[in-house]
Every structure is written in structure tokens, then in C-alpha cells.
């Protein structure tokens, strides 16, 4: 199972990195792997500042639908709409092509509050 070392994780299986204010989140190698296979993608939340843990859109797979959450508080600049075609992707490269939605971080601090690659492991039992 992919985990890499130099992302964040939520109990709740997303992954976020941090470029400078601007943080980018998708879901974890583990949450698709759960899912199965990824027919949907939808984010309507774009331009809307939301709260840390607050849902920013739902995933789709053939038998289940999930809630994200976003992991800090801040605005969603912006939505992978590659996955409005090719939301299979999610799938196939869940921390490159597959990611999410990109946010502009309200406070730095949330992330401090994530877990490492090494917690989000054992939360997992990998």
C-alpha cells in the first residue's frame, strides 16, 4: 500500500500537501482501495471558504457513496476537473493525477493536527 512519507492524513482518509498557502487534497491509496472502482467525482464548493472538517464534495463508486471532508479550514480555489471525465483516475494515481481540489490555507496551524505517514499507517493497520 502507497503511503508517502512527505504528505498528511485525516482519520477519515484524505491526504493533503502544502505549497506554500496552498494545499492540495485527494484521497488516500487505502480509501480507493475501500471504495473500489471510482465513477464520480463531485465538488461544488469551489470559491466557498469552508470549516476545517466540513464536507467539500462526495466520491462515487460503483457500490458506495462517501462524503470528503476537508482536512483545514480555507477556500477551494480549485477542482481537478480532469476527474469530471476520468474520475477513474482517483484510482489508478490517488496522490498525483487523482487529486482533488487545491485550497488556500485560512490557518497554517491545522496542519499540525494531521496525521504523519507513519500515524495514518497504524490507523490503518498497514
Not at 37 to 62: H, M, S, W
Not at 80 to 90: G, H, R
Not at 100 to 125: F, P, R
Request: proline letters at 3%; hydrophobic letters at 45%.
Amino acid at each position: 500500500m502507497n503511503i508517502p512519507a512527505n504528505l498528511k492524513y485525516t482519520k477519515d482518509h484524505e491526504w493533503i500537501s502544502l505549497d506554500g498557502d496552498i494545499a492540495t487534497v485527494g484521497i488516500t491509496d487505502f480509501a480507493q482501495k475501500e471504495l473500489g472502482d471510482i465513477v464520480y467525482v463531485e465538488v461544488e464548493t469551489v470559491d466557498q471558504t469552508l470549516n476545517k472538517d466540513e464536507v467539500f464534495g462526495t466520491v462515487e463508486a460503483v457500490k458506495t457513496v462517501s462524503d470528503l471532508f476537508l482536512p483545514v479550514a480555507g477556500e477551494i480555489v480549485e477542482f481537478n476537473e480532469a476527474l469530471e471525465t476520468n474520475p477513474e483516475v482517483v484510482n489508478t494515481d490517488p496522490y498525483g493525477a487523482g487529486w482533488m481540489v487545491k485550497v488556500k490555507v485560512a490557518n497554517a496551524a491545522d496542519m499540525d493536527q494531521l496525521l504523519s505517514s507513519e500515524d495514518y499507517k497504524a490507523l490503518i493497520g498497514a
